[in-house]
């Protein structure tokens, strides 16, 4: 039986690698928790330039869509050129992982990608 590949932003692979418990609001925060927990767990991905299972909290998300479509998409398609994969790459959490820390955090290129990104101070301090 195959199990069910869950969906995620480019992006958010990166968001996961600074996540700290804030965000927008606190149901946003409780659940990027939720699905940041699931990582743990090593799901297989679906690598989408769409709105995934974070943005079902945004409060950017309106009727379905992301009010800042085209700032994100821009995010989600750099993070897919960075660690050399494409829209709807299929791959676990920890390869996804480890392909933005070696390509995008240890050679510091995070600033280049989303570095307008109103939690940008956060991935600073962490990073």
């Not at 821009?74 to 829209?87: A, I, N, Q, T």
Request: aromatic share 8%.
């Amino acid at each position: 039986m195959n199990k069910k590949r869950l969906e995620l932003r480019a992006h958010h692979g990166l968001c996961f690698n600074f996540f700290e418990g804030k965000g927008y609001s606190e149901e946003f925060t409780k659940h990027m928790q939720s699905v940041y927990d699931t990582m743990k767990n090593n799901p297989d991905l679906k690598v989408v330039i769409k709105e995934d299972i974070i943005c079902q909290k945004c409060p950017n998300l309106l009727k379905g869509v992301c009010k800042t479509k085209e700032l994100i998409q821009g995010y989600d398609h750099m993070v897919l050129s960075f660690c050399g994969l494409k829209e709807n790459s299929q791959i676990s959490w920890f390869e996804f992982s480890r392909l933005i820390n070696e390509k995008i955090i240890i050679p510091d290129q995070r600033k280049s990608i989303c570095g307008n990104c109103q939690s940008t101070e956060i991935c600073e301090r962490k990073a």
